[in-house]
């Protein structure tokens, strides 16, 4: 007896035409792209062309003294970063970079958590003090970095004055060119931390002002219920609070170090880069303005973007969507 399988026909749908759009949506297609032109020529002219010329004069010998003869082109070389690479005190410049970043960002976050928490219930006067705390950010650098080298200056300063006075300090502390210090006994680099301290002080309300928005937005009901439970205030604002805040802290994080990576003005006008506080960016200038080399100093800074890009991939990485717990 033969058998015969039956199979059942493949349906074969006909392929539909092309949509054509109407004149309405070509309209509004060109309307669309008339408002984009100029945010992007503006994009392209001023972000996109420096950095492709960045990245093609790292790799040419070009200096200031040739700019006449040559103009800003020059051989290509790879002799910049070899320069930049082997140049004394390139690795030293990079950690001390990162020192300053992570210790910035964590004390400008700190300070502002605790500023925001200490704002955050009403009471008489809240308005005065909130807009107090932003002060630091809207003040000039110029006048900010000026008020605290008077404040710091070992002969005529106010700290020095009152740590002398009432601290029993030995002798007025130059916080600003001291290179290491004794404090309780422990080595610390003085000038360092200073800036760091100053990136904490000038910076922090940027993260109240973040932290405090997240705050007024939590929900009113879980906070009640852990209180009634019995809750300390610790105890909320471990378990309640600092859940709920920790992606705004973990977008703060990636926003201020990529900001205090790069951060050239602040460092520059406390203590010129010296004192153990030179700082890529520094660094950067220093071969543009004093060596005159403008391919080492492309160079220098392509390699500040990449060890930038390196940084937070490696935090998106560890912080990254998931990770959360």
Do not use: C
């Not at 297609?29 to 004069?57: D, E, F, H, Q, Y």
């Not at 300053?100 to 502002?112: D, E």
């Not at 010129?272 to 220098?300: H, K, M, N, P, Q």
Request: without cysteine; glycine residues 8%.
């Amino acid at each position: 007896m033969s058998r015969t399988t039956l199979e059942a026909p493949e349906s074969e749908e006909a392929p539909k035409p092309p949509r054509r759009r109407t004149p309405l949506q070509r309209t509004e297609a060109r309307t669309g792209w008339g408002l984009l032109t100029p945010t992007l020529l503006i994009v392209l002219v001023v972000v996109v062309a420096p950095i492709l010329w960045t990245i093609v004069l790292a790799f040419q010998r070009v200096r200031v003294i040739d700019l006449q003869r040559r103009g800003m082109t020059g051989p290509w070389t790879m002799r910049n970063l070899d320069r930049v690479f082997g140049s004394p005190g390139f690795w030293d410049t990079l950690w001390t970079t990162v020192v300053y970043s992570v210790g910035g960002v964590a004390l400008s976050i700190s300070i502002g958590l605790v500023a925001a928490l200490a704002v955050r219930h009403p009471f008489r006067g809240r308005t005065f003090v909130r807009a107090s705390f932003l002060l630091p950010y809207i003040a000039p650098v110029v006048g900010a970095t000026f008020v605290w080298q008077t404040m710091l200056n070992p002969e005529y300063g106010v700290l020095n004055a009152w740590g002398t006075r009432f601290l029993g300090w030995d002798r007025p502390v130059d916080f600003l060119n001291e290179i290491s210090g004794s404090l309780w006994g422990v080595n610390v680099p003085t000038a360092l931390l200073t800036v760091i301290v100053f990136e904490g002080w000038r910076y922090f309300p940027f993260a109240f002002l973040f932290l405090l928005a997240r705050m007024q937005a939590l929900p009113a009901d879980l906070e009640e219920a852990s209180r009634v439970d019995g809750a300390t205030p610790t105890q909320r604002f471990r378990h309640v609070i600092l859940p709920q805040l920790l992606p705004t802290i973990a977008v703060l994080t990636v926003l201020r170090f990529v900001l205090t990576f790069t951060k050239f003005d602040d460092v520059y006008l406390l203590t010129g880069g010296g004192s153990g506080t030179e700082v890529v960016s520094v660094r950067v200038y220093d071969f543009l303005t004093s060596r005159g080399d403008i391919g080492a100093a492309s160079a220098e800074a392509l390699v500040l973007a990449v060890a930038l890009a390196v940084f937070v991939l490696i935090y998106l990485r560890i912080a990254g969507p998931g990770r959360e717990s």
